[in-house]
């Protein structure tokens, strides 16, 4: 089984910083892309940043040039920095990756079971 466990989030003040965390663990054999979604209450969930196996990154416009996306492949592990927060960016963050697992070199989707941010103004 894999499991993506998610640490970070909480309350901050608008224009503070914030830090998540994502650790994927488990039968893995590689990981593809990872990447981060929140959902705001009565929202779709949507994209915020992604990062490929070799480092290319995508963003929402809404958070280019506040978000940073990174990993560590030798941990399994996806981070989110995100500065210059704002009260829209409250939400749930969840944690997703496209993984290759060792049993039957099969690829699913996994999401973490999420994090809240909230955002004070």
């Known amino acids: 089984q894999v499991q993506l466990v998610e640490s970070g989030g909480g309350l901050v003040q608008a224009g503070g910083s914030l830090r998540l965390s994502c650790a994927a663990s488990?039968?893995?054999?590689?990981?593809?892309?990872m990447g981060w979604y929140r959902q705001a209450p009565g929202k779709q969930r949507e994209l915020v940043a992604a990062?490929?196996?070799?480092?290319?990154?995508n963003y929402a416009d809404s958070v280019k040039g506040r978000f940073t996306i990174s990993r560590d492949n030798a941990k399994n592990a996806v981070d989110l920095q995100m500065n210059s927060l704002k009260p829209e960016d409250t939400a749930v963050y969840y944690c997703?990756?496209?993984?290759?697992?060792?049993?039957?070199?099969?690829?699913?989707?996994?999401w973490g079971q999420g994090t809240q941010v909230t955002v004070s103004s």
């Open positions: 997703n990756a496209d993984i290759i697992g060792r049993r039957n070199y099969s690829r699913n989707n996994y």
């Open positions: 488990g039968s893995i054999f590689s990981i593809n892309a």
């Open positions: 990062i490929r196996r070799g480092s290319s990154t």
